[in-house]
């Protein structure tokens, strides 16, 4: 009699193909796999899991998927806002999570980096060299690399440093056919040949799978002062950020509405001032003397605008008090309930509108969303809080995140900044890109992964 | 009796549906469009030139062209030294030289320009509203966006500001099938689908014709320190730029070989020191009193690696003069003979190794081979001089040519840092890209382009 195969069509022959140990297929193990912190209602169940340990366990499992036609969704630390590693029904969940070597080359000031290093990792191996890797996504401390390049994170660094993408001088990709490719390498500037290592970069899993990156690092930067500034109105805080923008290149520019400062508040009390419309927290980190007058600049245009108070500081400590403020908005707000994760991006003159329009859908939808905001980048972050179990508040909150989609695209702007279409947006793209760039894209997606087995569903 | 169709399959009527005077097609009015800067000896004679007025002009020229399976040409200024917009036989050549609109939107600091617009053009509508666009390869008075932004040109500023796609946010593409398709937009972030925007910058005409580019402005920049160093021996100059960039975010980091020292005092004498081994010539434009520290740090950078003599200047224009004299380094050159262009990118700390591998190959085929580099960037320009009508000189001066490509492989660099593949280094593509990216590479050329019709013959 033989044994039963558990999970599918011959899982345990992908086992033997792998590194002991990286096989999951028993359904307490697997569980873990489902979701991502998107957390959707309708996450599959999988075939099983595979954590690869290298490159090679990454090939032996896309070819084994390709060749039973099995769905792969790649996974790096699970931090998706937008569903990108959930998983679907009768996938393999290819997870990274144990390849995270970083090597740093300090002449060259770059690092060669495994998908599953954490961004913090990187930042913190880079350091001892007086290097730094900029992006930051809210997410930094526990994200991965893998998953950074895959959706082109952001962060708070952005206003000045750019993203994820300005700093991927090359990748091993495994494609979906199993095959590894090298793209680029260790020069800042390579334009041999089409830009194919750009093409896979914020390409969410849906192309190849990343199984080793080369960083670019900077010097260290110096040391930020910081502005905070309290507006009674959040259209003027928006202004603000306007003409900051115009005149000098802050290290930071974050915004927090009225209840976002509630929110912080509520969940871990620091201070700030609930009486205010919004927050903005800004930094310079110029060299020397130029910091101050950075600083002084900002710090006009707040006053300028009508902040109803403004406080600068040089020291460290005191500044990152404030960003950790900021950065305490995203589980501050998490305590209050479940939450739909905005991420709209606009125009940064059409700030003020969208800000406006965000406060209107909340009294029309009944629902609770905080802002806060990479302000500089025109990059919101509505929070839609519901009340877990609640069916006609989680349908409240759905109208509402479907209206602020509509208000990115009124305003000229983007679905999402930095988070990913996943599959939480993706019946918003097409009214973003139109017919043509959607069949455009449908097309590169075929001619790469003809047998479309790369995290389907995300995207479209 | 009919009349005789002129220039091929019924190119009459192509110019019933173009603005009118956009359609030249007598071999007196075409020759001028056969050749770009790289003045290939073997470049073909166009069926007819399209000096477009418009986006529509592009979609009818490329329907037509689809429709005949006519090979489409596109042209921005004609500056390529690769070959990029050189006619092939019986091609239209795509001119969008005529469509030079620009206009700069300061509060959301970007430019909304037209594909013929020069580089400088660009630079001179955004200033006085006290912004900058910053790449400025070396024929940015004479080159349009629309080649630097199928090319991803770089330039001077890449060191500190990066390359023409870190500049694009929205770009308008008319596709192989005559389809215009809008990309991107004004949003400094945006991840709402594949990257196609960044597949098209670089992709060298050949997966569409840019027809509208929407770049992101920064604020001006401080004004200049420049610091310049003579040394004795190349190779110290090379570890003095490698020791530089691991402590300061120079924003200009570039070198004259003797070669280029010598040939830049034949044309125009300026006053440099011919007896020096090489120039590095740098700027900070860190804000305030910061200057002056980089300044240091960098001459103190040129002095432990054993300079002849440093000499730093505040004075702008005293700096411009330095400037100048490495932007002079290219028609120095051009003056004396013919030459082919290199532009090959190695890991900063591979440029010394790569520097002398070049001087070994000066004298073994014995051409003349002066090299100037964006040196900051690893981005070298040996720029081989060979006489006119010489045909053993031109073939030892392509042998070098070859042997250079493969210093760039041999160190881990790419064989076209910022000119493109074009034409001159299709043949050198495989064996730096390997089979399976090439492969890659095709599969998406011929998912947008399956005719074939777009610039044939460049990339492969």
Redesign the interface.
């Known amino acids: 009699m033989s044994s039963p195969v558990t999970g599918g069509p011959g899982i345990e022959s992908l086992g033997t193909m792998l590194t002991a140990g990286a096989l999951l297929s028993d359904p307490a193990s697997t569980e873990a796999y489902r979701h991502d912190w998107t957390r959707l209602p309708d996450a599959g169940t999988p075939l099983a899991v595979v954590r690869a340990g290298s490159a090679a366990d990454v090939q032996a499992t896309i070819r084994w998927a390709a060749e039973h036609r099995v769905p792969v969704v790649p996974r790096g630390a699970g931090t998706s806002l937008a569903g990108g590693a959930t998983a679907v029904d009768g996938c393999l969940v290819l997870s990274t999570e144990r390849m995270t070597g970083i090597e740093i ?6 690092a060669v980096v495994e998908p599953g290093a954490f961004n913090a990792a990187v930042k913190d191996a880079a350091a001892p060299h ?1 290097l730094w890797y900029p992006p930051d996504p809210g997410s930094f401390r526990i994200s991965s690399i893998g998953g950074n390049v895959a ?2 994170a ?1 962060g708070i660094c ?1 206003v000045k440093y ?2 994820t ?2 700093y991927v001088l090359g990748l091993d990709v495994v ?1 979906a056919d199993g ?1 590894l ?3 680029g ?12 290592l ?2 896979f ?3 969410e899993g ?2 190849g799978v990343i199984t080793r990156v080369v960083l670019r690092l ?2 260290s930067p ?1 040391p930020a002062a910081t502005l905070v500034a309290y507006f009674d109105d959040l259209r003027d805080a928006a202004w603000a950020v ?1 003409a900051m ?5 802050p290290a930071m520019l974050e915004l927090m509405d009225a209840a976002s400062i509630g929110a912080v508040e509520d969940f871990q009390p620091m201070g700030l001032d609930r009486e205010a419309g919004a927050l903005l927290v800004a930094q310079s980190d ?5 910091r101050t ?2 600083i002084t600049v900002m710090a006009g245009c707040c006053e300028e605008a009508g902040a109803r108070s403004v406080f600068a500081t040089d020291d460290p400590a005191e500044g990152d008090m404030f960003l950790e403020a900021r950065r305490a908005a995203g589980p501050a707000i998490d305590a209050r309930g479940s939450v739909l994760a905005e991420d709209i ?5 059409r700030l003020p509108t969208a800000m406006e329009r965000i406060g209107a859908i909340a009294r029309e939808h009944q629902v609770e969303i905080p802002v806060f905001a ?1 302000a500089g ?3 919101l972050h509505p929070a839609i809080v519901h009340v877990p179990g609640d069916q006609e508040g989680r349908r409240r909150a759905e109208a509402a995140f479907a209206a602020i989609l509509q208000v990115a695209l009124d305003c ?10 996943g599959r939480t ?1 993706r019946s918003a ?1 097409p009214a ?3 017919p ?3 069949e ?2 449908q ?6 992964d003809p047998l479309g087995i790369l995290n389907p569903g995300v ?1 479209w």
Do not use: F, W, Y
């Open positions: 080359d300090p002449t060259t000031r770059t007086g959706t082109d952001g952005c750019g993203v993408s300005d494609l095959r490719v090298t793209l390498g260790r020069t800042v500037k390579d334009v041999a040949g089409l830009p194919l750009k093409l970069v914020g390409s849906t192309l900077l010097p110096s306007v923008g115009a005149r000098v290149r110029a060299p020397g003397a130029a007058d950075e991006c606009v125009p940064v003159d990479h980048d025109g990059n000229g702007g983007t679905i999402t900044g930095e988070h990913g279409v947006k793209l973003q890109l139109g043509d760039v959607m455009l894209g097309r590169v997606r075929n001619a790469l995207l």
